[in-house]
């Protein structure tokens, strides 16, 4: 499986028969897109920098709340958590997806906004790859990414949703997420291909570059 990083919470999966896409943005956010025809499309929530389906090519199915789903051969759990909006002004609905591609298991944390619950760690725990807000503000700090990071102990993490030259966005950058978890050389990488004979014994962090 292929993991590339579009950029704020958005990535491509592209497994040996299918392709998700997490999150699509508008061009309006500043990342520039590639032509994306998914077949499965996951939304955390409904906000534009996250939901912005009129993007995509093609008739992808949508994926857009709690449920178990199988789609296109990719299993799909989503589970319902506190959004990030609730750090400032209201209530808002987020949910995170657990997602079992080419026998390997990637948890997409969408615009979680605080640690998880027993329960939410007993459906997300034990991910290959983990993919984790860490820019604070409207989602979960680098601090409360380490917990969470503790609490689901994944094989692999990939930070997501912080402030890069990209954007203009109220978020943390990268750096203090790498202190928090003691990555000295953080290279961004273009892509990360993992298959089961590549993933790591211990928790190992890998930054992907955004598309320029």
């Not at 380490?146 to 750096?175: C, F, G, K, W």
């Amino acid at each position: 499986m292929e993991i590339t990083w579009l950029g704020h919470s958005c990535f491509r999966l592209k497994g040996r028969d299918s392709t998700i896409v997490t999150d699509p943005f508008g061009k309006e956010l500043g990342y520039p897109l590639p032509k994306l025809a998914p077949d499965v499309v996951t939304i955390s929530h409904d906000e534009p920098n996250h939901a912005a389906l009129a993007v995509l090519a093609g008739m992808p199915k949508t994926v857009d709340g709690p449920g178990e789903y199988e789609i296109a051969g990719v299993m799909i759990q989503g589970v319902a958590t506190r959004g990030g909006q609730q750090k400032a002004a209201g209530a808002s609905r987020n949910t995170a997806y657990s997602i079992r591609i080419d026998d390997l298991v990637v948890c997409h944390l969408g615009d979680l906004g605080s640690t998880l619950t027993a329960e939410q760690v007993e459906a997300l725990k034990d991910p290959d790859v983990l993919l984790v807000p860490v820019g604070g503000h409207c989602t979960i700090n680098a601090a409360e990414a380490a917990e969470v990071i503790a609490q689901l102990e994944p094989r692999i993490v990939v930070p997501m949703h912080y402030r890069t030259p990209a954007v203009n966005l109220p978020l943390e950058s990268l750096d203090r997420f790498c202190s928090e978890m003691a990555v000295t050389e953080a290279q961004p990488q273009p892509r990360l291909v993992v298959n089961r004979s590549n993933i790591p014994e211990e928790t190992t962090v890998v930054v992907l570059d955004y598309r320029r």
